[in-house]
């Protein structure tokens, strides 16, 4: 069974702090991606990674996959109130049959 | 519209009803999912399908039961609902492995 860990599963800052979260398996992923959800809507995606190593930015926020492919991170610089939400890693099963499980997922609160 | 529906948005339900959610896509998306969301496990697979009459068990199958005769509906059916079902239920679609998954806004359902 493919498990993806993440960290923290919370974490409240300041404004203008950065911070990382975690996404941790035993287990190889074909890619990678990170998902953010606002309060009684879906996921909705953020970026995919798919190449070991590979490093993502999207604005103030920086994706790394890992060499081995089987963890990666989300850092965000200067982290904003619009940050606030549930940020989830989702990784799809090396095997091409689609399945895609998540990681319990991080909830983020940036006070003003 | 284009999109991923799915129905009802909340439902409420006695112990030992069957009850079915209903989700439809119309991008015909070979891949389909079902998931539940509680906290502190973030998005949890029941099940999923890779094309019409094609599905499979995720990681909390147990209680649950679907179909997939065509490939743009995918219903969820609770047999004998429990009050550990209670929960919101999220349904997503990809094209293929690895690709963003869309999500509906969800069913949340309520045993008591």
């Known amino acids: 069974t493919q498990l993806l860990e993440q960290s923290p599963q919370f974490l409240s800052i300041q404004e203008g702090e950065n911070l990382t979260v975690y996404c941790n398996s035993s287990?190889?992923?074909?890619?990678l991606q990170w998902y953010r959800q606002e309060p009684g809507e879906g996921p909705v995606l953020l970026v995919t990674v798919v190449t070991g190593g590979e490093v993502k930015k999207l604005k103030r926020l920086t994706f790394q996959f890992g060499d081995a492919r089987k963890d990666s991170s989300l850092h965000i610089t200067a982290a904003q109130p619009g940050d606030t939400g549930l940020y989830l890693c989702a990784g799809a099963n090396s095997g091409n049959t689609g399945k895609l499980i998540f990681g319990q997922g991080t909830t983020l609160q940036v006070k003003p | 519209d284009a999109g991923i529906t799915q129905s009802p948005r909340y439902k409420i339900t006695e112990t030992g009803r069957q009850v079915t959610l209903m989700c439809h896509q119309t991008w015909s998306h070979s891949y389909m999912f079902w998931y539940r969301q509680d906290l502190g496990h973030g998005l949890r697979l029941i099940y999923y399908?890779?094309?019409?009459?094609?599905?499979d068990k995720g990681e909390v199958p147990d209680g649950y039961v679907v179909s997939r005769s065509k490939t743009e509906n995918f219903p969820l059916t609770l047999e004998s609902a429990t009050r550990s079902q209670t929960s919101v239920y999220f349904c997503a679609s990809i094209e293929g492995t690895g690709t963003e998954a869309f999500f509906g806004q969800g069913t949340r359902l309520t045993v008591v």
């Open positions: 287990s190889v992923f074909s890619s």
């Open positions: 399908s890779a094309a019409a009459d094609i599905t």
